[in-house]
């Protein structure tokens, strides 16, 4: 008798051993239809297995449907095998290689005599939709090593040859069969090929043969797959909007900056790029002066010396930049703490002067590879909302508990309510006593359930030295951006000999608690232009109203209204160019500036301006201070 435990605690009893699909059935018809995988055991040990697989002994099982995590990466991974399928029907000299899940979907590397076109992705899309619709069942089969190079050499497979052949002698390999396509994976997939209904492939790229340029070029077809076709459409127009919303065409068309081969990876901010940036930064700057913040400057050079203590110079050097001179080897900082710590250093500090809070706009340089760069959101230059707090151990819950409270506030305004919050946990490699990881971990979590969230641990995925708060923030459209952190570090203030008097007099090592709100600006920016679309709210707006005449007749007067604007902080333009009115309004309005003012005979007449408020809006004819009221209004509320 077989005995197969449920996950709500009920039992399955069997005289033989069931498969997953037979445990599916004795439930219900509905979950059978529904199984496409079943995930055997619990926590670290489960593995996920194919709805044939067969039920030797006692187990825990859950069946697997397209609704769950582990089924929907079932589904991504056979429709890549339904590509490799539809793509040697319709090229039968076309050679797979590997068809892995990525996020939001998959991709498959094939070696062909002549480049895929659009018109071949086409093809390819409706040859899978023909084979889906055909149900084929899919079949799992072992081979011995070395028979399975044979079998995949015979049919002219090459790369999939070699690839088993790097496998050690004397193991086993599963195939799958669907139909005529056999390909080589450890599985699992679905039962039938009809399971995959919603998919849609997305483009071709080259990719080199294991990664490696000495190596052929292959094409990879990249795809996407869901459960549903709702969810299929929800991703396809959020790809659309994010499209629309891309901010380094927002930033070329905005005028806001620009990237340059001469600089790879650093920006070249324009005056309107850079009247954001300077609203951001003493926003912030605002932000650290009301709560308690001091604000240092840390020089862009440091010795060699400092790193190696740090230990980024064994172990992060590839990505700092080096420079030398008179024989001493210098790095540009890729961070700022090490430069707080020396800052703390000076003088004596005792514990009546902790909690002690450093904050720095600090340029920071990092060596990334230019294949990972991206617009402004992943550069080699950037500039972070830095912040140290130096504090004594029973300080780190009202710390944490306070800086949470204060990054809900700071997304708020700039327009990000919904926040995913992590804490990401010790390693298994790491330093530090269990109990001194309890208490961080443990004044952590307490921190966040002390600001009523909810919150998820991330496992194993804190810094060797200490763990941390990960606050990630979602945007218009679903995306998730993780900005905010709070990490609990004992460890580089005792390796740069940080230290503090006691109440009783000794000597001890302080905590430091690293912490960013926005993280890097160039990348918040980067955010908040995709995030509004281009359309800033008025306080962040490089330009925030245009004054526009009919007539000569009324250039004076729209210059005093400008006047009047700019005396009261309102950043402001005028529009006297002898061209029609309603091409300027288009002109600005595709701009994206919040607030276009007309002025005409009768508006100069009664001091008065019509208002047109962004995305069309005719506000009417206001009194001129109204309107300054209005708008000064929307600033400081932040709109």
């Not at 089924?71 to 068809?99: C, D, M, N």
């Not at 619709?133 to 049919?155: M, Q, S, T």
């Not at 790879?264 to 700057?285: A, C, D």
Request: aromatic content about 10%.
């Amino acid at each position: 008798m077989i005995s197969i435990q449920l996950p709500d605690g009920s039992r399955r009893e069997f005289a033989s051993p069931p498969t997953v699909a037979d445990v599916a059935a004795s439930i219900g018809s509905g979950l059978a239809k529904a199984a496409i995988a079943g995930r055997i055991g619990s926590g670290a040990g489960a593995r996920v297995v194919d709805t044939s697989h067969r039920l030797e002994t006692d187990t825990s099982l859950a069946i697997v449907t397209a609704k769950d995590a582990d089924g929907l990466e079932v589904l991504r991974h056979s429709t890549a095998h339904l590509l490799a399928y539809a793509v040697k029907e319709l090229f039968p000299e076309a050679q797979v290689t590997i068809g892995p899940v990525i996020e939001n979907g998959f991709y498959y590397d094939f070696a062909y005599k002549r480049p895929f076109t659009p018109e071949d992705l086409a093809a390819i899309e409706r040859k899978m939709a023909e084979l889906a619709a055909k149900d084929e069942p899919v079949v799992r089969r072992v081979l011995p090593r070395d028979e399975a190079v044979a079998y995949f050499k015979g049919i002219g497979e090459f790369y999939k040859a070699e690839i088993i052949a790097s496998i050690p002698a004397g193991e086993d390999v599963s195939l799958y069969r669907e139909g005529s396509f056999e390909d080589l994976c450890r599985g699992p997939h679905v039962p039938s090929t009809g399971k995959l209904r919603h998919f849609k492939l997305m483009k071709v790229a080259g990719a080199y043969w294991r990664g490696d340029h000495r190596n052929e070029m292959l094409q990879r077809i990249y795809g996407t797959a869901w459960a549903t076709k709702d969810e299929l459409q929800q991703y396809l127009h959020m790809l659309e909007e994010a499209e629309k919303r891309d901010h380094r065409r927002l930033g070329r068309e905005l005028d806001l900056f620009h990237l340059d081969e001469h600089a790879p990876g650093l920006v070249f901010w324009h005056p309107k790029g850079w009247t954001i940036w300077q609203q951001v930064e003493q926003y912030m700057r605002a932000v650290y002066r009301d709560n308690g913040y001091q604000e240092v400057k840390g020089p862009q050079l440091l010795d060699q010396t400092l790193w190696e203590k740090t230990g980024h110079w064994g172990k992060y050097r590839e990505n700092m930049f080096t420079t030398e001179s008179e024989k001493r080897d210098y790095a540009l900082k890729p961070m700022n703490c090490p430069g707080h710590l020396l800052i703390y250093k000076q003088g004596i500090k005792s514990y009546r002067d902790l909690p002690l809070r450093y904050g720095e706009f600090g340029q920071c340089h990092r060596n990334e590879p230019s294949g990972g760069l991206h617009g402004i959101m992943r550069v080699r230059g950037f500039t972070q909302d830095d912040g140290h707090i130096f504090c004594t151990e029973d300080q780190i819950l009202d710390e944490c508990a306070a800086f949470t409270t204060l990054l809900q506030k700071v997304y708020a305004d700039f327009g990000f309510t919904q926040i995913i919050y992590k804490v990401a946990t010790r390693p298994d490699a790491r330093i530090g006593s269990d109990e001194a990881w309890d208490r961080a971990e443990g004044a952590l979590m307490e921190a966040l359930r002390r600001s009523g969230v909810d919150f998820q641990v991330s496992a194993g995925e804190g810094a060797f030295y200490g763990p941390k708060i990960e606050y990630t923030l979602k945007d218009a459209i679903g995306r998730e951006w993780q900005c905010g952190t709070m990490q609990v570090d004992p460890n580089m203030p005792e390796r740069l000999g940080a230290e503090y008097v006691a109440e009783s007099g000794e000597r001890r090592t302080p905590m430091l608690l690293h912490r960013a709100i926005v993280g890097s600006l160039e990348r918040f920016i980067g955010i908040l232009i995709e995030q509004h679309a281009g359309a800033l709210p008025a306080w962040l707006a490089p330009l925030q109203v245009v004054v526009a005449n009919i007539t000569d007749e009324q250039s004076d007067y729209a210059a005093s209204v400008a006047k009047m604007l700019q005396k009261q902080g309102v950043r402001v333009a005028t529009d006297l160019r002898n061209e029609k009115v309603g091409y300027k309004i288009r002109e600005h309005a595709v701009q994206k500036v919040p607030y276009i003012l007309v002025v005409g005979d009768k508006e100069k007449a009664n001091g008065t301006v019509a208002v047109r408020a962004r995305g069309n809006q005719d506000l009417g004819v206001m009194a001129l201070d109204g309107f300054a009221q209005k708008l000064v209004g929307d600033i400081a509320s932040r709109r």
